[in-house]
C-alpha cells in the first residue's frame, strides 16, 4: 500500500509507535558526497581481471563484478576487495593483498569527489547540496522525539567522521558513528546492531533503520527491527531508483522511499500506536 505517491509499505503489519533507537547508513542513505562510486570500483575490478587473461568480454566480466560489488554493497568496502582477489585466483592468477585493491579503488574515487569535499570546506557548496534530499529534517524531527540515532558505514570511519561533519551531520549523532577499519573484523553493521540492543536494552521492534544498501536493512530485521529502505535516485536526487528498490524489497525492507521530503508523514505513521 501507499501512504502517498512517495512512500510505500510493504509490511502493513509493521510494528509501529515503540521506536527508541534509529540507526542509519551513510552513503547513498544520507550523504550523496561518493555519488558514483560503482562507476570507479566496477570499471577498477574489471581492468583487473582483464590482466589474468582470461577469455570473459568485458561484457561478462562487468556482469560478473556488478553482481558481487551490489550483493556486498553495505558491508566494509575491504569484503568488495576480498571478492576481487579470489576472483583473480579463480582465474589462475595470483592477487595483490585486498587491502592494496582498496587503496587503489579509495585513490581513484578521491579523484572523483575531491571537488565535492573542496567546495563543501570552501562554502562554496552547502550540506544540503550533498545530502540525500531533506536528511537533517528527518534527523531533527527524530531528535525531537527522544530517539537516539547510530550511524553505521561501510566506508572507513576517518571518511565518515570528515564528512558527516563536512554535511553538518555530526551533532545528531554525536559519538554514535561508526564506520569500517583496516582490522576489518573488528566491524560489521550487525555489531553495531547487537551494541545498540544492548546498551539500549532494546526489544528488537524498538529498533528503526534506514538504508540503501542490502546489508543494513538485512541486519535490522534479523534483530526484529523495522527496516526503511532509502531507494535514492543519487544522482538525479528524485524518485525511486528501481534497481535498489527491488533488491532491497528481497532484503526485507518494510518501507521503500526515495528520500526525505515526506518524512513528516512517514514519521506520523512510524510513530503512530499499531492498531
Known sequence: MFLDDEIEVLNPDLPRGGFRSVLFDFDGTLSL??????????PMMVDVLRQTRTKETDAELTAAVDDFVMRLNGR??????????????????????PLAYKHRYHDLLMERI???LADLESGVAKPEDWTVPGSRALLAA??????????ASGTDLRYVLHEAELLGLTPYFGEH???????????SKQMVV???IASQRLHGRELLGFGDGFVEIEEVKK?????????????????????KRNR????GADVVIPEYRRHQRLLEYLFEPSP
Open 142 to 151: 527524530l531528535k525531537e522525539r527522544g530517539v537516539a540515532l547510530y550511524l
Open 248 to 251: 532491497l524489497i528481497q532484503a
Open 177 to 187: 558513528i561508526h564506520g569500517a577499519m583496516d582490522e576489518y573484523k573488528n566491524f
Open 76 to 97: 566494509q568496502t575491504i569484503y568488495q576487495m576480498i571478492q576481487l582477489a579470489e576472483e583473480v585466483r579463480r582465474r589462475g592468477s595470483v592477487p595483490l593483498e
Open 33 to 42: 558526497i561518493r555519488e558514483g562510486w560503482p562507476e570507479i570500483m566496477i
Open 194 to 196: 547487537e551494541q545498540i
Open 223 to 243: 534483530a526484529g527491527g523495522v527496516a526503511i529502505a532509502v531507494a535514492s535516485d543519487e544522482a538525479k536526487r528524485q524518485g525511486v531508483n528501481a534497481w
Open 114 to 116: 575531491r571537488g565535492r
